[in-house]
């Protein structure tokens, strides 16, 4: 994408997840992940900014003991991935013992991915989950276990619901494509 890409209207991008259809993907991963942790007291960790939106709506939909926390890490520069992940805010508890579902938007390279396992079961969780509301399979340089896929998406560069251009769009209620897939 050129670094002068024209700043669109975000309501003007085309729809490729409407509000509607992120809802149901939504209470179908909070099924999933009910059955499985519902009564271990888990903690969701959020991956900031991302996966604010999808997070608190996911949150929302699970009846049972559970608490949260958020990691915060940086990884693209606009649209692409430096391959260096850095944790520019981390845990505020202890994970040590605890079962935990990790929450993140999208899955692209894993390079984020498997940084985040690897530094989350150096704290010696009892158990960790991972969920991600997309997946981009076709761009994967590293292999990583998602237990709860929303959806699987093509190459494109998807912007909305939490998700961003260079820090813009994350207020779009739906998933929106800013380059089509090639
Ligand atoms: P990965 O390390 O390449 O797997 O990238 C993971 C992170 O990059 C995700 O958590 C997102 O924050 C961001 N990302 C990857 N693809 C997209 C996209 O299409 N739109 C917005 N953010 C993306
Ligand atoms: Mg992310």
Not at 144 to 149: L, S
Request: proline residues 7%; negative net charge.
């Amino acid at each position: 994408m050129p670094p002068d890409y024209p700043p669109h209207l975000p309501a003007d991008l085309p729809v490729i997840l409407s509000r509607r259809a992120l809802a149901a993907c939504v209470r179908r991963l909070a099924a999933e992940i009910t059955r499985d942790v519902a009564t271990l007291d888990p903690v969701f960790i959020g991956v900031l900014k991302g996966s604010l939106i999808f997070m608190s709506d996911l949150i929302r939909r699970l009846d049972f003991r559970l608490t949260i926390d958020f990691l915060a890490v940086s990884s693209y520069q606009g649209d692409t991935s430096t391959g260096v992940v850095r944790i520019l805010k981390d845990l505020d508890h202890p994970i040590t013992g605890r079962h935990v579902v990790l929450v993140e938007d999208i899955v692209d390279s894993g390079q984020t991915l498997s940084y985040l396992a690897k530094y989350l079961w150096a704290s010696n969780p009892a158990s960790l989950r991972i969920c991600t509301l997309l997946d981009k399979p076709a761009a994967r340089t590293v292999a990583v276990d998602i237990d709860y896929v929303g959806h699987r998406l093509e190459n494109g560069f998807v912007v909305g619901y939490g998700m961003d251009y260079n820090q813009h769009y994350r207020n779009l209620p739906h998933l929106a494509v800013l380059e089509e897939p090639s």
